[in-house]
């Protein structure tokens, strides 16, 4: 017990590198665990929250420079189609938990850089909040013909359910043109 508690505080005194070369520090997490505040998994769609900060050269664990940026995104968690910082670095957090990602120029901006703050090659600091999650939604209905007999209701909370999808981007269009 002692050694996990010893673990566990020093997720948030220092940085836990990974072994693609991002490193992550809790700064808040979020020690309520239930059916609906699951960790983040790989394919999940994720809404964020993030500052970021220029790194300093030293890489202490006291390294954050400067605010440059502050915004939000959105994206499906580990599938590409956003920093890789971001895509990594969400997996595992829980809505509410705050992260700090010290991420080298490959997973933030590259050889490009994000002129004029952020030069070529420079590693960036993040600090990352999750403010949302989307799971695999489901209804379960405790064998209930009353709830499958009001299509009202069934109607209203499929066109919810797509509406959800939808905004999140998590649709296909299915129908056949022809």
Do not use: C
Request: glycine share 10%; charged share 30%; hydrophobic share 40%.
């Amino acid at each position: 017990a002692h050694r996990a508690m010893l673990t566990h505080a020093r997720r948030f005194l220092s940085y836990m590198p990974t072994g693609s070369g991002l490193r992550i520090r809790e700064l808040k997490a979020t020690m309520q665990t239930s059916w609906r505040n699951k960790p983040v998994e790989d394919g999940q769609a994720v809404r964020i929250k993030y500052i970021l900060r220029a790194a300093s050269s030293e890489g202490g664990e006291d390294d954050a420079g400067e605010i440059i940026e502050e915004g939000t995104r959105q994206f499906k968690a580990g599938h590409g189609k956003t920093l890789r910082a971001f895509d990594e670095g969400v997996i595992g957090m829980r809505v509410g938990d705050v992260r700090r990602l010290r991420a080298p120029h490959t997973h933030a901006f590259g050889a490009e850089g994000k002129p004029p703050s952020v030069k070529p090659f420079d590693d960036v600091i993040f600090d990352v909040t999750l403010t949302g999650v989307v799971h695999h939604m489901h209804i379960e209905v405790l064998e209930d013909p009353e709830v499958f007999a009001d299509t009202e209701l069934m109607a209203s909370i499929g066109a919810a359910a797509r509406r959800w999808a939808k905004q999140l981007g998590l649709t296909e269009d299915t129908t056949k043109k022809g």
